[in-house]
C-alpha cells in the first residue's frame, strides 16, 4: 500500500468541539425564542377570540334592537295607512 493514501484521524480538533457547541447553543436560543414567540401568539389569539365573542353578542343585541325598530315602524307605517285610506273615503 502506498503511505500517500487517504486515512481518517483518530483526534479530533478542537475548532470542530468549539463549532458544535457554538451551533447546539444557537440552535436552544432559537429554539427558546420560537417558543416564546408561539406563546405570545397563543395569549395574543385567546384575546382576539374573547374580543370576537363579545362583538358577536353585542351584535346580536343591536340586530335584536334593529328588528324590533323594524316592527314598530311597519306598525306606524300600517296605521298610518289605514287613517289615509280612512281620510280619503271620509271626503
Known amino acids: ?10 483526534g479530533i480538533p478542537i475548532g470542530l ?3 458544535l457547541v457554538l451551533q447546539s447553543g444557537a440552535i436552544l436560543w432559537w429554539s427558546a425564542k420560537i417558543d416564546s414567540q408561539v406563546t405570545n401568539n397563543k395569549a395574543q389569539i385567546e384575546a382576539q377570540t374573547t374580543e370576537m365573542i363579545d362583538l ?4 346580536s343585541v343591536f340586530t335584536a ?3 324590533n325598530d323594524i316592527t314598530r315602524i311597519k306598525t306606524i307605517l300600517e296605521f298610518s295607512d289605514v287613517n289615509i285610506e280612512f281620510k280619503q273615503r271620509a271626503d
Open 65 to 67: 334592537q334593529i328588528s
Open 56 to 59: 358577536k353578542n353585542q351584535q
Open 17 to 19: 468541539i468549539l463549532a
Open 1 to 10: 500500500m502506498e503511505e500517500n493514501s487517504w486515512h481518517l484521524s483518530k
